[in-house]
């Protein structure tokens, strides 16, 4: 008689990596026509070691050749570079998707129509509140208006299940139910990630992080009304507030396991909100391409061993947040292996309370050199190639 062997949890398969990423993240241009106070990428200039086309289009037919369903692309704002509906077409063409994240800018109507003409295309446009008081004090003066244009050129084009994508910050977190109004009047899906003390969001984190009475109003809210809402599995930390399950989604930190992000100039990073030398795993033109990186870098063959529990093994709500998100502790300088600054159970708040040294970002390529709120949109000029000199000419 033969035995079955038990199945592995999903979140046991997961934690020793797969042969490729489920969620790639890929950063085409740190090239922006705003300069959002709280970018993870602390963009604006445009790098002039970018990756041209057809270093581009060869990372495209390796992830084919992976089996990467999708890609999710970003910047900066992706659709300053002129060879970006170009790169889209590609992708699509080597039966790989593309999910990409827009400010809006060039979403006119006649672009609207060429997507909505395509099955393997998603858009989400960036909103961080659902008026434009909230929005611009965060994204810049007209950035409001941008993305609502950009929306209902997609609903006018017949576009369909165009996304909504919203960073939870405390001065947004009593409008969610504003945002799925806004998202339902266009036909969109909302979808609301976790702010990251990453990038210039570094600068912002402990005026902009919801305070621990909004954390449970957010998790309130996700059990009530979130079934039909993406989170990105942003929110696991929120987990301990409840029964194991209660959220929807993967409660663990996937970096290098089953994300990763690749940034304009090939640079590949465990987790798309950790770019910092610590996560470099390498690059896909020096080290051979993004398989080989993927796969037998060093940083993501240690990633994948099993990991210590370290401060957080005594909590009974460990297996339900995994002691939170890396790249919120690496940042605000706590331990990787103890609790979340964000821990609903308070064991972040301590820790927070101490001297820390906080990490920045390896790269900054805001405009100003200094981190401000933005006075407004950079009028947008299209470069058909990267400046010979960084940022000699506009950035985007």
């Not at 890929?26 to 993870?40: D, K, M, Q």
């Not at 609502?148 to 139910?177: C, M, P, Y």
């Not at 210039?200 to 009304?225: F, K, M, S």
Request: hydrophobic share 35%.
């Amino acid at each position: 008689m033969t035995t079955m062997q038990p199945v592995p949890r999903l979140v046991d398969q997961f934690e020793h990596g797969l042969d490729a990423p489920i969620c790639l993240t890929w950063e085409l241009t740190y090239a922006c026509n705003l300069s959002c106070v709280h970018c993870l990428s602390s963009s604006g200039k445009r790098d002039p070691r970018e990756l041209s086309t057809q270093q581009c289009k060869d990372i495209i037919d390796e992830l084919e050749r992976m089996q990467v369903f999708y890609v999710n692309i970003g910047g900066g704002e992706p659709t300053v570079r002129s060879d970006f509906w170009e790169l889209v077409d590609y992708a699509t063409a080597h039966h790989v998707g593309v999910k990409f994240s827009t400010n809006g800018v060039r979403i006119t109507p006649d672009v609207a129509a060429k997507l909505a003409a395509s099955d393997y295309v998603d858009v989400q446009i960036s909103l961080d509140g659902a008026t434009a008081e909230v929005n611009d004090a965060v994204r810049g003066p007209g950035s409001f208006e941008m993305a609502v244009r950009a929306l209902e050129n997609l609903r006018d084009a017949g576009f369909t299940d165009a996304k909504i994508s919203v960073v939870v910050t405390r001065h947004n977190v009593g409008q969610l139910d504003d945002f799925k109004a806004l998202a339902d009047s266009y036909g969109a899906t909302l979808r609301i990630t976790r702010l990251r003390p990453s990038g210039r969001g570094a600068d912002v984190w402990d005026e902009l992080h919801p305070t621990p009475a909004q954390q449970v109003e957010l998790y309130d809210w996700l059990v009530a009304r979130g079934e039909r809402v993406l989170t990105g599995d942003s929110f696991f930390h929120l987990s301990g507030l409840g029964e194991p399950g209660a959220l929807a989604g993967l409660n663990l930190c996937g970096a290098g396991r089953v994300v990763c992000l690749i940034d304009p100039v090939g640079d590949v990073y465990a987790c798309p909100f950790a770019i910092h030398d610590t996560f470099l795993a390498g690059n896909v033109l020096s080290d051979n391409g993004f398989q080989n990186v993927w796969q037998n870098s060093t940083l993501f063959r240690e990633l994948r061993e099993p990991q210590s529990a370290g401060a957080c093994g005594s909590c009974g709500h460990y297996d339900s947040c995994r002691g939170g998100c890396m790249a919120a502790k690496f940042f605000t300088g706590l331990p990787l292996d103890g609790p979340d600054p964000e821990c609903v159970q308070g064991y972040g708040e301590p820790a927070l309370a101490r001297e820390r040294d906080k990490p920045k970002s390896s790269v900054d390529h805001s405009r100003t050199g200094a981190r401000k709120k933005p006075s407004g949109p950079v009028p947008l000029t299209l470069l058909s190639a990267p400046p010979k000199k960084f940022c000699n000419e506009s950035p985007v």
